[in-house]
């Protein structure tokens, strides 16, 4: 019923410049239609109700698997296959991609005169009290997207919609320069193509890092809320009376004992004459963090980073790499590929160029997040050797003497243990995938490579 009704009343496109709906997007030789909208010039709403409700439905594993099988299926599957291909294959995560390019444009100030309407919406968005069936449910269909849709298509569609796919090109510096000189007055918009480039990545990480809900990793209920925990106690010590407050919203902490995850991740330390008890996370707990968890605002972010720069932890933690994931529910097993993707591997190397060069076009945050992509990337070849991830990347852009080439630099001074964590094990894998010689001799080719891309 709700995919008739999204059939009946699908998202609304705008034509191009050339009068088009549709559009051929090329980045770094990499090219796909897709249908022209642009959230910075048309309209948008962040209440999108079916598109929602849809995505839950697909957490219902034994009733959507029939979308992957090529088999024919009864009346309503064959039904609601027929929905999905008559329509355009985004359809299904474009409005809730349009409100997190929305939430992204607004956070790089492009949204800043038109009041505290948006603004209070996206402050409510993000709220826990309703983030549940809003922010995850659009997460999650994002998921879904990634899951059902080729992954060049999927990155194309997101750069674009990002207003990323012109930056993501290797002349896009230069085409910037050469269009300053004809027009010298115009703005510098550097800072805000940077601010929206983070966002497009904090997304693909959310997509590719949230398996903890349910229908959508090898996870349990408890799993989710002691990571839930974790996460509140790396941004500092608290009173349980202070994390009860933070997870009553989710639905997971209903009718699991909050008292068992707190103890299991958490270490209790008697009341002083000035303070409450407070829990403290117990180290055991840490390898499960993530600097970009999704439920953090920025003000969660910097505390829970200060607090793992204070703590006296080895090596391997203090890097705060990726953590080993669940496996993904077999409808969604596909969202990992998106890593293998060429274009998303060219997009790497652009990155870490500019960071290496201190382009304008560039961050510090921006680089953490690239790095911290490949170390999802290594992560899922460690656990599948066939995932391949490291021998494409050598073969399209010799990732590693790039990485290697950043070592000990101060352009890499945001996140240099994670530098070091990650070359090590991209060494390890890629020792074991074609052998120590012809490693030394990838590399050195790779390096010769890399100085003329910088060049």
Known sequence: MCLELMNNMPPVYTKADDDSKEVTITVNGESCKISHFDVLKSGTSIHQPVVRI?????????????????????????????????????????????????????????????????????????????????????????????????PLKFIIHLLQRFGLDKW?????????????????????????????????????????CERYAHGVGKTNPFDRVKREVIHILCTGSHTFSQIQQKVSNDINAKHISLHDVVNQVADFRN????????????????PVYSPFFMHYSKSDQLAAEQSQVRANLNKNIRACAPPVLPDFLPFFEQIPMLLKSGILIHVFRIVIDRATRRSRFSSDRL?????????????????????????????????????????????????????????????????????PSSLAADQKQSHHSGKEFCA
């Open 54 to 150: 849809i995505a839950g439905l697909f957490t219902a594993q034994n009733h959507a698997m029939f979308l992957m099988r090529n088999e024919r299926g009864n009346k309503l599957q064959e039904q609601i296959k027929t929905i999905l291909i008559t329509n355009e294959d985004t359809n299904l995560y474009e409005l809730s991609l349009r409100v997190l390019v929305l939430c992204a444009q607004s956070n790089a100030s492009l949204w800043k005169r038109n009041g505290f309407s948006l603004e209070n919406q996206i402050h409510n968005y993000f709220s826990p009290f309703w983030r549940s069936e809003m922010f995850d449910r659009d997460i999650l269909m994002m998921q879904v997207g990634a899951a059902l849709t080729p």
């Open 168 to 208: 993501a090109t290797i002349e896009f510096e230069q085409d910037e320069a050469t269009a300053a000189q004809i027009k010298p007055e115009s703005k510098d918009l550097s800072k805000t193509m940077v601010t929206i480039a983070e966002e497009f990545f904090q997304c693909l990480i959310l997509i590719l």
């Open 271 to 286: 009341p002083l004459s000035t303070s409450a008890g407070q829990f403290h996370c117990k180290e055991s707990s840490l």
């Open 367 to 435: 680089f953490h997040k690239v790095l911290y992509l490949i170390g999802i990337a290594l992560n899922e070849e460690e656990k599948c050797s066939s995932f391949g991830f490291t021998q494409k990347a050598e073969e399209s852009v010799g990732l590693l003497a790039l990485l290697e080439g950043l070592i000990g630099k101060p352009e890499s001074s945001i996140c240099p243990i994670l530098l070091e964590v990650i070359v090590e094990k991209y060494r390890k894998l890629l020792k074991f995938k074609i052998g």
